[in-house]
Structure formats: C-alpha cells, structure tokens
C-alpha cells in the first residue's frame, strides 16, 4: 500500500487518503501559444520506468496539494515536498540519487553529468 | 504442422499420446529479418500472422522479454465486444469481434470464443441517455446491439439486485453476439500458425535498443545479440513508452496498474457478461466455474504488475450491491497487469517519427476484443504503408484535436 507523509499537515497518509494528480512540474501554456507546445503539455507524457515526480492531493485529509518523488519499477517512495516549487528541492534529489546514482527526469537529474 | 481435429485426438488416445507435436518452434534469433515485431502478446502475434496470411511476408521475427502471451493478454478478463460509440471504433472492434466468430477454424486452435452476449447496466440518468445514444450510433455503424429494458436483464441474469440502495438496475446495453474466449488459447493459436509459416518466435529475449540510421530503423539490440531488419513494429502495451524512448520519440501515453481476480469455482449462475461501469466492476462466469472479476486502473504510474488493495476492495463492495451473492464467494487468485492509457482512451496504431518503424498501443484496458482487428489493419499498414482501419489512430490525432473520444463513450473500457 502507498504511504505518503503529507508534506504540510505530517500525516502519513495511506493511497485512500489520497488523490493521484498526475505528473508534476508541468509548465502550462495558454492562449498565444502553438499547437506543439499546447500537444506537449496536454498529452505528451514522462511516463517513465524508474524516478518519477508527481502531484497528489492529500484529499480526505488537510485538503492540500503536494509532490512526491517515486520510483515506477519498485514503487519506493523518496520523499514529498510543498507544491509552491518549480522543480524538486536539492534534499529530495540527493536523497533520489543516493538511491539511483545516474538519475535523470526531464530537464532534472543527480547532477553528476 | 500436424492439425488438431477429433480424428487427431482418437489416433493419439490409441498411442498413448506420443504424437503430438510442439505447437511452435523455439529458434535462435537469425541476423537479419524483412520485419521484427516486438511483443509477442496477442497483438503481436495477430500482427505477425496477418502479415503472412495476408500480405505473404514470412521473413518475420517475434521478439519477446518473457514469455507469449505472458503480459496483458494473458491477464485480461477476456471481455469481447464492439458496441463503442465513436465510428472509428466501431469499425475496428467490430472487425475484431466478427473475426473472432471464426478463429478456431481459421488457426485450427480452439480458442473456445462464447458469444453468450454482453451486458453494459445503466444504473444512473446519464447512463440511460448515453446508452441509448450508443445503441443508435451503433445502428447506423451495423453493429448490432440493443436498448433493454430492467425487467429483460433480470431474466437474462436472475441473480442480479434490480433495486440497489444506491444504484438500482435501470437498464441495459446489450450486445448478443458479444462474449469472451479463452486468452491464452488466441495468443499459441497465433503463434502456431505463425511459426507454422516459418516466422521466428523469441522468446526470453529482450529488446534494449533501437537502432535508427538516417530516420530509418535499422534494427534492434536484444538480449541476445544485434538484429537487423527492413521495417518493425512496436506492440508492447504498457511498455511502449519506453520503446518509443529507445527509438527517440515521445508518446501520449501513462502506463498504470489494472486488476482482476477470480472466485472459488461454483455451479453454473450466469451464462453472459455483466459490467457496471458506474460502480466501476464488471464480473462473468468461467468455464470452470469461477466468478471472473474486473475492476478501474490505479490512478497512479506503474509498472510492476501490481496494483493496490483497496481498489479490488472497491469493485468487490460494488459489486456485492448489485449482485449479493457475491458477498458469500471466496477469492482464489488476484493479479494485475500494465495497461497503456492515451489521452481519448483510444489506441495509437500508427506511422511514427522513425521510417518504417510502426507502433500499435493504447489499447489501454480493453485491447483483448481488438486483438484479431488490430492485426489485420497493423499488417496492412506495415505492408502497404496504409489501412482504413487505422487512419484515424494515427499518433497525430493529439496535434490535430481529432480525438477518438471513448472515456465519455464507455467509463470504464473493458
Ligand atoms: C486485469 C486486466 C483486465 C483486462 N480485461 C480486458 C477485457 O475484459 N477485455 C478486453 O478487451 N481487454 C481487457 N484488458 C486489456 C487487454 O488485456 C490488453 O489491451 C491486450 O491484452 C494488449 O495486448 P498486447 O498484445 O498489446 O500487449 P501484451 O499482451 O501485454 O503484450 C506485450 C508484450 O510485449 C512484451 N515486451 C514488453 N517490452 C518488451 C521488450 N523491451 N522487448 C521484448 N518484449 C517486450 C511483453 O513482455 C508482453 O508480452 C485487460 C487488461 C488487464 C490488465
Ligand atoms: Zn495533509
């Protein structure tokens, strides 16, 4: 069962508290924008074998939004964090790379490059 | 390739059954293949068998990680129908359940396919309008189903609770000549036709790479060595996103975890297939016995064959309101596999960015019904470079805002 500790209220919160929000750090695009951009962020999707960064909502709970950091192949947790952040916090990537040296999702990765 | 028939089984009864043969052979991969299928599900296998019935291309190599049919196809709950809302759909389901109706006789497999008749429950308004409104579009399509009122799906499934606490049997979706068959059975029917042909079936061997020189697919790097080829197609479910990754191209596509699970075997108490699509599970009856049960996908990305307990909870609790019987049975097994969901919950079976590389995926939760349609018009579009079939399943569909819209059409598309 999926455990996540809700980053602003601290419960460790089992899967039926939750609500899964899909990918995290997706830029939005609005009016003005091309059909590329507008076909990227609405379906192209990471959808990657290993770290993975989503938003989940801590729904039967405080209610609040967050992101989680997990890994697809072994479905290990490596941490959660605020949602008013562009990109995961340097504590989370290094606790990601400790686990998966070599890492890399999106434009975000261990840094060792 | 020696055929089944009863003639067969009596003059093997009499030698003890020392004459029957392997179904396929297990060969070690060639250098270089016309076409390279990867996956060796039921897709896979319809794909390669098509492209030799149909187009006498032969020089062909299934290339599969584990065992055939070892992924979805062998994990689904075998639910055959073609009663979808959008045109496009309907016309490839159907082909693929029409070819079902036949399939044992064209392997000369038995895939123990039982049209006994599908039922979709509308348990709310909504359902009612948007059931009503499929029945009509699937007139106009030629597929025949039909509008049927509560008092008819009692007397087609006596154990079902027409009067719920909370979801009361309204109606129904009912489609006669829709069914099930066995899933194993499709995917070594199609293997052994196709080795029968002399196409090359690997098993235990995983593609890690794929080689593109030019824009143009070259070939594949496996576990068991490089592999050339001329063209190649992708059928790997959950997998293909990291397929696509191999081949430098992206997909709108999220892998997550889809359950079933089957009861203890018990007598005989419902001869069609029920699916509650509002409570999200949908149940029929094996030929063993045991109660067949589905339910909804995980709402996160997965991709170890599991999923989460609560959500098998959920489908049976549903279920039980609807059909309390259900509360008495026992649970024997549970699993779950990878399923493949795009943006309109629609397939991708398509040209891509890489020449001659074709993919098929997207199948999502409900490609085992398609699996004889899909290779049929894959094996056109990679022979020919195009299919009727297929035109509007194209990858470009996202780009041009002409989806294929059957997440309203089904809820839940088993
Ligand atoms: C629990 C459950 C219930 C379902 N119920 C129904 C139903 O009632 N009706 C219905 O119509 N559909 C149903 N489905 C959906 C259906 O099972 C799938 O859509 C269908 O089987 C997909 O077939 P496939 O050939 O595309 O994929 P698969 O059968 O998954 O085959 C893909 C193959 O590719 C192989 N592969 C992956 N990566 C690689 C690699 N790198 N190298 C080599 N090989 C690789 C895999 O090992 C696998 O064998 C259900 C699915 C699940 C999980
Ligand atoms: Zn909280």
């Known amino acids: ?113 | 390739m020696k055929r089944y028939s009863a003639f067969a089984v009596a003059r093997e009864a009499l030698r003890y059954h020392t004459g029957w043969e392997r179904a396929w052979r297990s060969p070690a991969p060639k250098p270089h293949y016309d076409v390279i299928i990867v996956g060796a599900g039921g897709h896979g296998l319809a794909t390669a068998y098509y492209l030799g019935k149909n187009f006498g291309i032969t020089n062909v190599a299934v290339i599969e990680k584990g065992w055939l049919g070892g992924g979805n196809t062998g994990r689904n709950t075998t639910i055959i129908r073609s009663n979808y809302l959008q045109d496009p759909s309907a016309a490839i389901y159907e082909k693929a359940r029409s070819l079902y109706e036949t399939m044992s006789q064209d392997l000369n497999y038995n895939v123990m396919f039982s049209p006994r008749g599908v039922m979709m429950l509308a348990q709310t308004e909504h359902e009612i309008r948007g059931y009503k409104r499929t029945a009509h579009a699937n007139a106009l399509q030629g597929v025949q189903t039909e509008w049927i009122e509560p008092a008819r799906v009692k007397e087609l499934v006596p154990i079902i609770n027409l009067h719920g606490p909370r979801y009361p049997v309204l109606g129904a979706l009912w489609q006669e000549r829709a069914g099930t068959a066995r899933h194993d059975a499709v995917a070594w029917g199609y293997a052994r036709a196709c080795s029968d042909m002399g196409m090359d079936i690997i098993q235990q061997c995983e593609v890690t790479g794929v080689r593109v020189e030019n824009g143009r697919v070259a070939g594949v790097e496996t576990s068991k060595g490089a592999i050339d080829c001329e063209k190649m197609g992708m059928l790997v479910a959950g997998n293909a996103s990291h397929l696509a990754d191999m081949a430098g191209f992206r997909l709108p596509m999220e892998s997550v975890a889809l359950q079933a699970l089957v009861s203890e075997p018990i007598k005989p108490c419902m001869d069609v297939v029920v699916m509650a699509n509002t409570v999200h599970g949908y149940m029929s009856q094996s030929d063993k016995g045991e109660m067949v049960i589905g339910g909804g996908t995980d709402a996160a990305n997965n991709y170890t064959q599991r999923g989460s307990f609560h959500h098998i909870e959920e489908t049976v609790r549903a279920l039980v309101e609807t059909f309390p019987m259900v509360s008495r049975l026992k649970m024997l097994r549970q699993w779950g596999g990878i399923v493949d969901v795009t943006g309109d919950r629609s397939p991708l079976i398509s040209k891509t960015p890489v020449d001659n590389c074709f993919i098929n995926c997207g199948w999502g939760t409900g490609g085992f019904k398609s699996i004889p349609g899909s290779g049929w018009a894959m094996a056109e579009l990679m022979a020919t470079g195009h299919s009727p079939l297929t035109e509007e399943f194209s990858m470009n569909r996202f780009k041009e805002g002409k989806f294929i819209d059957e997440s309203v059409a089904a809820g839940v598309a088993h």
């Open chain 1, 1 to 113: 069962m999926l455990i996540l500790e809700c980053p602003y209220c601290g419960v460790k919160a089992e899967e039926t508290e939750l609500a899964a929000g899909g990918e995290a750090h997706l830029k939005r695009f609005g009016p003005g924008s091309d059909e590329d951009q507008f076909h990227d962020y609405l379906f192209m999707r990471e959808n990657p074998k290993g770290v993975h960064f989503e938003r989940w909502r801590h729904a039967n709970g405080c209610g609040k939004w967050f992101h989680a950091a997990r890994c697809t192949t072994t479905l290990e947790v490596f941490g959660t964090y605020s949602a008013q952040t562009y990109e995961p916090p340097q504590e989370i990537k290094d606790k990601i790379t400790a686990k998966r040296p070599g890492w890399s999702w999106r434009e975000f990765s261990d840094g060792a490059k």
